[in-house]
């Protein structure tokens, strides 16, 4: 076997995690015993010392952190739980950033690796109602708004659409305190739905608990397995001489990409001469889903540097310029031809749930062709992560072909950062900002319009810029939606860029110190 470390000559061999492994301490006289106790916090510590980007900076995952292998394993035994050693080691360095706090927003550890992966595919449990949570100016109490209603789901047979409000659930009062329970907690409820019945009672386009009332409608839910297409709405309009294609595209889910090229075929047959692709509740996903939409879009490009990544010193080292590079294409991921638009600009519509591989796309396509932003600042996320499982084999990677070799006491699996994008031009400092749109615009609670029509405000205002005439549509804002969680809130993986093209790196290929 083959030590990853020589910590003072007695650490781990990475092949050692499984239902016991032996180690010595520093005088070799006592033989130190590990149980299948510590296996998940062992995966833990070992996986983000090899992959976590920020590596090098985090104290407790220094490659000589240990003097002995029982002060090791003291250290990733003394936390109550895996999770919260996770979470201690990802939260120690500075190069990270909250909204209010330094924290890795991002990196997720869950201790079923079978649903993270089913997520990352759009597999996930769902009433199909995609809502936003919002708290009252005076209160604790919040409110929670329809986004969309996903196609054919639970909730698509029911009284619900985009605009609705809802400020209980089987008929309690949403507080901050409850909501989680009430809505992420029970698969089935019963929602109390609500109107604005005192708009005066707005500060700061953000209403006080008496300017929303329920209305005495209520709605039954049930969730249920579904997966979700994230290609939601195609459609194409005729305007002052122009075709103008739209494109709500609601995750970057690999398992769809042939439908996403059949959208493009949709709009390539139309023979749109303007695109207008909706991100506002794209919380991203695919890097290489990413890099097909931004061909599709295009097309004069293929061959031409999309991005490059960034991975901590340990896998950069190792990696070649190809293997760091990716490249537009002109082929899908099945191998079919791209129905590409040969377009040198496009517009996209973004808030503050538009993150990662949807941000990706933006900053990719900048040095290459115009991208007219609308809306509001993106949520500032430009790390990629891995998925991560109890396989040292394959260096911790999950692989669907590996299911049998991954440790069967040991269901956890994590998604960390491990690597951030830059596009051609070298930029990808974007994390503390977003990108700021050209032109800024809420969403209006009361006026939310209907996706994909074009009064709708967010399109509205495309068209408009498009055609070179006045906004359509567009009404003073009223009650902005001050969004603080979502109906994906609790399926991390939502807010999450991945990398399916990893390094063909093994972790005894790593030269540590002191080796």
């Known amino acids: 076997m083959v030590k990853i470390f020589n910590m003072r000559q007695f650490f781990f061999s990475i ?219 195609v459609a194409t309009f005729s305007n002052a001489g122009h075709t103008i294609g739209y494109l709500m595209y609601n995750g970057f889910t690999a398992d769809f990409n042939t439908e996403l090229n059949n959208a493009f075929a949709q709009l390539k047959g139309a023979n749109v001469t303007d695109l207008v692709i909706d991100f506002r509740y794209n919380g991203g996903g695919s890097v290489n889903t990413s890099r ?58 973004t808030t503050y749930q538009t993150a990662s591989a949807s941000e990706l796309v933006i900053n990719a396509l900048d040095p290459y062709i115009t991208v007219h932003q609308i809306g509001a600042s993106t949520r500032g996320k430009n790390e990629f992560s891995i998925t991560l499982v109890d396989d040292p084999g394959n260096s911790y990677i999950y692989s669907d072909n590996r299911i049998n070799y991954i440790n069967t006491n040991n269901s956890w699996g994590m998604q960390p950062l491990v690597g951030r994008n830059a596009n051609a031009a070298g930029f990808y400092d974007y994390a503390d900002t977003g990108f700021i749109p050209d032109t800024q615009m809420a969403e209006d609670l009361t006026n939310m319009g209907i996706l994909g029509n074009e009064t709708e405000p967010f399109l509205a205002e495309a068209i408009a810029q498009i055609t070179g005439s006045a906004r359509k549509a567009y009404q003073p804002i009223k009650i902005s939606l001050k969004e603080f969680a979502n109906s994906k809130s609790y399926i991390k993986p939502f807010n999450n860029m991945y990398v399916e093209k990893t390094p063909d790196i093994h972790i005894s290929d790593i030269s540590f110190p002191n080796d």
């Open 292 to 349: 097909i939409l931004s061909s599709l879009i295009t097309g004069q490009f293929t061959g031409d540097l999309y991005i490059k990544q960034r991975w901590n010193d340990k896998i950069q080292s190792q990696l070649s310029d190809a293997e760091l590079s990716d490249y537009f294409t002109n082929t899908n991921s099945d191998g079919a031809s791209l129905n590409s638009l040969q377009l040198s600009e496009v517009y996209v519509l």
């Open 15 to 233: 092949l050692g995690i499984s239902f016991l492994f032996v180690s010595c301490n520093d005088r070799d006289d006592n033989i130190q015993t590990y149980t299948s106790s510590a296996s998940v916090e062992d995966f833990i510590w070992k996986g983000l010392n090899f992959w976590y980007f920020w590596q090098a900076e985090v104290e407790d995952l220094d490659d000589n952190r240990f003097a002995s292998s029982q002060e090791y394993s003291n250290f990733i035994t003394s936390f109550a739980s895996p999770d919260m050693l996770f979470y201690n080691l990802c939260n120690q360095h500075t190069a990270i950033y909250d909204d209010a706090n330094t924290i890795d927003r991002f990196s997720y550890i869950t201790d079923d690796y079978t649903s993270l992966v089913n997520s990352l595919s759009g597999s996930y449990t769902t009433n199909g109602v995609e809502f936003g949570l919002a708290q009252f100016s005076d209160s604790n109490d919040i409110y929670g708004f329809v986004k969309y209603i996903m196609t054919n789901s639970n909730a698509s047979t029911k009284n619900i659409h985009r605009g609705d409000i809802f400020t209980g659930v089987n008929g309690i009062q949403l507080t901050l305190d409850n909501y989680n329970d009430l809505l992420y907690g029970n698969t089935s409820y019963t929602l109390n739905m609500a109107s604005i019945v005192n708009a005066s009672l707005v500060t700061d386009f953000h209403p006080q608990r008496a300017a929303i009332s329920e209305n005495g409608v209520t709605v039954d839910l049930t969730k249920e397995s579904y997966t979700e297409n994230p290609v939601f709405k």
